[in-house]
């Protein structure tokens, strides 16, 4: 059975920082990407970022260089550094794991809550 967890988020003021943390367990998968994706109040899910074993990562353009994304994806494990947040950040923010053979896993989401 495989878990995908996430954790790192938390209630922060504009302008500061967070870093979330995803990691896969239970299963030893042959992972083809990880991505972070979020859910506004009233809003669709929309992708953050994605970083992938072959392709390398990419970025939603609301990100403008304030996230950035790292860890070992072949791994399971997978970080998501968000400086200079806005009050838009606030989210639900999800994990998804995609294997090679495209079985799509996600995790339960850590809510990401920025102040004014």
């Known amino acids: 059975q495989v878990d995908v967890v996430e954790s790192g988020g938390g209630l922060v003021r504009r302008g500061g920082s967070l870093r979330l943390f995803c990691a896969v367990s239970?299963?030893?998968?042959?992972?083809?990407?990880m991505a972070w994706y979020r859910r506004a109040p009233g809003k669709e899910r929309e992708m953050v970022a994605i970083s992938s074993v072959q392709r390398g990562k990419t970025y939603a353009n609301f990100v403008q260089g304030r996230f950035n994304i790292s860890g070992e994806v072949g791994k399971g494990t997978m970080f998501l550094q968000m400086d200079n947040l806005e009050p838009e950040d606030t989210a639900v923010y999800y994990c998804?794991?995609?294997?090679?053979?495209?079985?799509?896993?996600w995790g339960r989401g850590t809510q990401v809550t920025v102040s004014s």
């Open positions: 239970g299963s030893q998968l042959n992972i083809q990407n």
């Open positions: 998804r794991v995609v294997t090679k053979t495209l079985v799509f896993y």
